[in-house]
Nanobody, 125 residues
Framework: QVQLVESGGGLVQAGGSLRLSCAAS????????MGWFRQAPGKEREFVAR????????YYADSVKGRFTISRDNAKNTVYLQMNSLKPEDTAVYSC??????????????????WGQGTQVTVSS
């Protein structure tokens, strides 16, 4: 079992920044990679970013590339999502997820085994 808890969401003006955190506990040794996803009202959940916990590898959705940075602190069992140059269309509930089964790049929600409860990010224009 893996438990994930997100924090750091909030309200920010367009052009601003936020940093989300995802703290993992439980069977952390079994995690291959962590991902961030987001879901806006009336839309499907979409992939944002992914980071491998075993090799230096990251991957981003085109919509956030160059603005968002995913990183990890293995000592703290925490993954971060630094979000800069935020836009109103970034408004969504952001969730982190743990992938125990796949290596490399995997962007589909069905490939992730554990999910956090989500944190709201609202970007005002």
């Amino acid at each position: 079992q893996v438990q994930l808890v997100e924090s750091g969401g909030g309200l920010v003006q367009a052009g601003g920044s936020l940093r989300l955190s995802c703290a993992a506990s439980g069977s952390i040794f079994s995690i291959n990679a962590m991902g961030w996803f987001r879901q806006a009202p009336g839309k499907e959940r979409e992939f944002v970013a992914r980071i491998s916990l075993n090799v230096p590898s990251t991957y981003y959705a085109d919509s956030v590339k160059g603005r968002f940075t995913i990183s990890r602190d293995n000592a703290k069992n925490t993954v971060y999502l630094q979000m800069n140059s935020l836009k109103p269309e970034d408004t969504a509930v952001y969730s982190c997820a743990a992938d125990l089964r796949h290596s490399g790049v995997y962007i589909y929600t069905r490939g992730y085994d554990y999910w956090g409860q989500g944190t709201q990010v609202t970007v005002s224009s």
